[in-house]
């Protein structure tokens, strides 16, 4: 299997054509996305991915990678099944997940693995400066999606929120209001499409702030 250490940096990138493939369309892609997997295998995988991501898969504080712990096992299959299908755009892991070595089994795996771990290391934090105004925007157009507290919510594939670098938040909020991102809800992208580059700072330093669980 060709090396996956980049595997699980989602990272900020232009857009990509990606073809689908015909065995994750419809169906067959909806039941992937409901796969679950074993956190022991997806140990023994993510091993692989620890010198970017670090052992306790906590990225970059930096927000050049997000941390992933903790996070929900359904948002992260979605969001790598999306990128290997190409509806989210980023050209550096589309293919590395095109890779048939990597199978949907062990997308599951890992996914389940970073679920279960817990949310630990430094968070890289805003400038807590705009704590207020992000926290009456997060309220009035995020909390509904993403829980009170940042929380997400699996079933729905909503991600986690709590937690994550302050620079990873401020660049997907710019990829998803710029429509770049590529899988973003519709709802989310109508709802951002207005928002000053100092609301969506202020949205990312609000959460930045947030407790970690």
Request: a neutral charge.
């Amino acid at each position: 299997m060709r090396s996956i250490v980049f595997v699980l940096a989602i990272l900020a990138s232009a857009p990509v054509v990606a073809e689908v493939p015909a065995s994750l369309s419809g169906p067959q892609f909806d039941a992937a996305l409901q796969q679950k997997g074993d956190p022991a295998r997806g140990k023994a995988v993510f091993a692989e991915c620890a010198g970017c991501h670090h052992k306790d898969a906590s990225g970059r504080s930096s927000g050049t990678i997000p941390r992933l712990a903790g996070q929900h096992a359904s948002v992260i299959r979605k969001q790598l099944l999306d990128i290997r299908t190409g509806k989210r755009n980023n050209p550096l892991m589309a293919p590395i997940l095109d890779d048939p070595d990597l199978t949907l089994d062990a997308i599951a795996d890992i996914a389940s693995y970073l679920a279960s771990l817990p949310v630990a290391g430094p968070t890289g934090k805003g400038p807590g400066t705009m704590i207020g105004r992000g926290r009456s925007l997060y309220v009035q157009d995020c909390a509904r999606c993403h829980g009170a507290n940042g929380e997400g919510i699996a079933e729905q594939f909503n991600p986690r929120l709590v937690g994550q670098h302050y620079g990873y938040l401020l660049r997907e909020l710019k990829l998803i209001r710029s429509g770049e991102r590529g899988n973003s809800n519709a709802d989310m992208v109508g709802v951002l499409k207005p928002y000053a580059e100092s609301d969506l700072e202020a949205l990312a330093d609000f959460l930045s702030q947030l407790p970690t669980p």
